[in-house]
């Protein structure tokens, strides 16, 4: 199941997911790019208002009630989960991402499915750029590249087909606003322009396991995700493993007044 966790309130910019862009809201473009996947059995998206779910039911859309408490984006898919007996397995796919491409949603399930011992798969792009690397509003991963293992084995009664060694990039090590891994020696174009990438941006396109779920949804924040506000390292710390696929680049998101607007450029 593919879940897209639809908050009203908006810190940076009020109500976005409502704001309209080609004659549509954000939130309709985000479930349409969703919709267009090809691995999921069914689309939701998690709200927590009424004006949400009104928006949902016209464009027909499924929705469930969540609630305004929900300290993550993770803890929302959760208690989505818990009314989804059979279900295994949910692709968070956040309500700002209305550019998301249907392939890499495809590709984040596939990853999981295909590892048995993965508890979350996300997804990650090179970083070629030192302002970007240095931006804190950039999320870094620190990944152990992929060795010969490619994508692990499916689990009993699953079928998946096996991403390349090009789309899975290995487990990730550490999440962090800042520039990690550091570069002793100094930031050189021959470092940003390394294969195996060293830097990569992630970005926040999830898919986990049930019994993931259902552990974090139990657990309290951790030290670093508290320090990094980073709900993933709330897993890292405790050991979960989480592996990273590999995209070109990223679909821009809206956070700033400035992203919808070069957003409703786009669609103009």
Known sequence: ???????????????????????KTILRHTWEAASNAR????????????????????????????????????DRIAEVAAQFPDFDAFINVQGDE????????????TILINDASADIA?????????????DPSCVKIVVAAAGGEAAGQSRAG????????????????????EAVPHC???ITPETLAMEPPLFWHHLGLYAYRRDFLEWFSNQPP????????LE??????????????????????????ADFQAFAERIR
């Open 1 to 23: 199941m593919i879940v897209i966790p639809a908050r009203l309130a908006s810190t940076r910019l009020s109500e976005k997911l409502l704001r309209v862009a080609g004659g």
């Open 184 to 186: 002793r020696s100094g």
């Open 39 to 74: 691995i999921a059995d069914a689309v939701v998206v998690a709200v927590d208002d009424p004006k949400l779910a009104d928006e949902v039911e016209s464009f027909g859309g499924r929705f469930v009630m969540t609630s305004v408490d929900c300290p993550s984006g993770t």
């Open 122 to 134: 996300t997804i990650g792009t090179p970083i070629r750029s030192e302002a970007l690397l240095q």
């Open 222 to 229: 951790s030290p670093l995700e508290q320090s990094e506000r």
């Open 158 to 177: 699953q079928a998946a087909t096996t991403p390349t060694h090009s789309q899975f990039a290995g487990s990730a090590i550490y999440f962090s606003r």
């Open 98 to 109: 209305p550019e998301i491409d249907p392939d890499t949603v495809d590709l984040v399930g």
């Open 232 to 257: 993933q390292l709330r897993a890292i710390e405790a050991g979960k493993r989480i592996v990273v696929g590999r995209v070109q680049s990223a679909a821009p998101g809206i956070d700033t007044e």
